[in-house]
């Protein structure tokens, strides 16, 4: 049972345009959300997060947007750039738990020059 | 201040062996998290330590057990190795707080024969 969902295995988008990555999410227990990157051979590194009280969260080019009555976050990335390539998972954590953060199983972006 | 650190980096090991592998978290860092990592199925939660306790638990059968050491080094051990075990175990560390990222170390990419 998997409790945070990515629909996309993958994208494709062109230079410049805006990049749109989704992810939904079942318990409504969870209250912080975040957005992983992870290129080939490298660990996931932490890219942006928003807490349940929010709707939005923007940091630079990277903007998330979470609808929690749909269950369903977005990152939207503007503009894209050919170095943001790689593979972008979504991530959730639970009240009751500290560390324990579920990820979901990737999209893979590629942008293209 | 370096970061976090797993050894080995590739691992080749036959059915029903067991392996260990190694994780150093950023220096100041209390908490340890392992994850799997599978294609199509993303990051898979293991266990998570923070001070020498196991404080959450994943999905995974008792072949996969952990531990942390007083200096937060963390090891994890997979007992009676099957070919399905055969993925890239990811370590990461944070403070140890609700909704802190977590900082990820490369890897070990395990290989079951």
């Known amino acids: 049972d998997q409790q945070v969902k990515q629909n996309s295995p993958s994208l494709s988008v062109q230079e410049g345009r805006i990049s749109i990555l989704n992810c939904d999410y079942t318990?409504?227990?969870?209250?912080?959300f975040l957005w992983y990157k992870k290129y080939p051979a490298e660990g996931p590194t932490f890219l942006i997060s928003i807490s349940s009280i929010k709707d939005k969260n923007e940091d630079g080019r990277f903007t998330v947007f979470l609808n929690k009555s749909a269950k369903h976050l977005s990152l939207h990335i503007v503009p894209s750039q050919p170095g943001d390539s790689a593979v972008y998972f979504c991530a959730a954590s639970l009240k009751t738990s500290y560390d324990k953060v579920i990820f979901g199983p990737g999209t893979s972006l590629s942008v293209i020059p | 201040k370096a970061g976090v650190t797993q050894t080995p980096r590739y691992l080749i090991k036959t059915r029903g062996q067991q392996v260990t592998l190694s994780c150093s978290p950023i220096s100041g860092h209390r908490s340890v998290s392992w994850y799997q990592q599978t294609p199509g199925q993303g990051l898979q939660f293991l266990f998570e330590?923070?001070?020498?306790?196991?404080?959450n638990k994943g999905n995974f059968p008792g072949r996969f057990s952990g531990r942390q050491f007083s200096n937060s080094r963390s090891e994890m051990n997979v007992s009676t190795l099957e070919l399905g075990d055969s993925a890239l175990y990811l370590c990461a560390s944070s403070q140890g707080g609700q909704g802190e990222k977590l900082f990820f170390g490369s890897g070990t990419q395990l290989s079951v024969l």
């Open positions: 318990n409504s227990m969870f209250d912080y």
């Open positions: 330590y923070f001070s020498e306790t196991q404080r």
